[in-house]
């Protein structure tokens, strides 16, 4: 059954901690994007990647934010300093292309208080 | 940048009642999703379809790109369909995929 993987599903974490969100993209699966779901701003764009590469990163606040693609089975994205403003659920999703019918994973919640 | 508009952005049925969610695009588009975010938050796939009309069971879709619109038809609602409905799009000249705002939708037993 193939699918996105996401950890970890929950995470409550004190503003000021370094939080890490992983995700295994579907095997084959060569563009991985990660996007944040906030009530006010629903779902925004952070990152994109093709090939491990990093195409797109403008969505992220460049400042604490960083998003790797260590090898083609894991994308990881980092808050450093966290802050409460964070507070979001941050999904990973994959497509087989450019082109191609992303997927999602069940997503990372993240409360920072 | 691209406009995706949603409507209705709420909508209440009794159980069984058919139901069209509109998703309007401002340009031209080369790939459109939808997808149901469950009570759960999960986001599922229901259907890729940058043009032509497709059906899974209850639900159907349908793309007319020309006309920069798409709509998702649910027939006989069960419960189980409440949920936020997204329309999702990617621009020719881009990569990203930007949704819309959802249309809830609630299905009363």
């Known amino acids: 059954d193939a699918r996105v993987t996401q950890t970890p599903r929950h995470k409550v974490t004190e503003m000021g901690q370094e939080v890490t969100m992983r995700c295994q993209p579907i095997l084959g699966h060569n563009t991985v994007f990660w996007y944040r779901q906030t009530m006010m701003q629903g779902l925004e764009l952070l990152a994109y990647?093709?090939?491990?590469?990093?195409?797109?990163d403008s969505g992220m606040p460049k400042d604490r934010f960083s998003a790797e693609m260590p090898d083609a089975t894991l994308a990881t994205l980092k808050i450093q300093p966290s802050e409460p403003r964070d507070s979001a659920v941050y999904f990973c999703s994959s497509a087989g292309g450019w082109n191609g019918e992303l997927f999602f994973g069940e997503g990372s919640r993240l409360t920072v208080l | 940048g691209i406009q995706v508009e949603q409507s209705p952005p709420d909508l209440i049925l009794q159980e069984g009642a058919n139901s069209t969610l509109r998703c309007n695009f401002s340009d031209s588009v080369n790939n459109l999703q939808w997808f149901h975010q469950n009570p759960w938050g999960q986001l599922i796939n229901l259907f890729y379809i940058p043009s032509g009309t497709k059906q899974n069971g209850r639900l159907s879709a349908t793309t007319v790109a020309t006309e920069r619109y798409s709509l998702l038809y649910i027939s006989s609602s069960q419960t189980t369909d409440s949920g936020v409905y997204f329309c999702a799009v990617r621009m020719d000249s881009s990569y990203k995929l930007i949704f819309g705002s959802g249309t809830r939708l609630l299905v009363r037993p």
């Open positions: 990647f093709r090939n491990r590469a990093p195409l797109d």
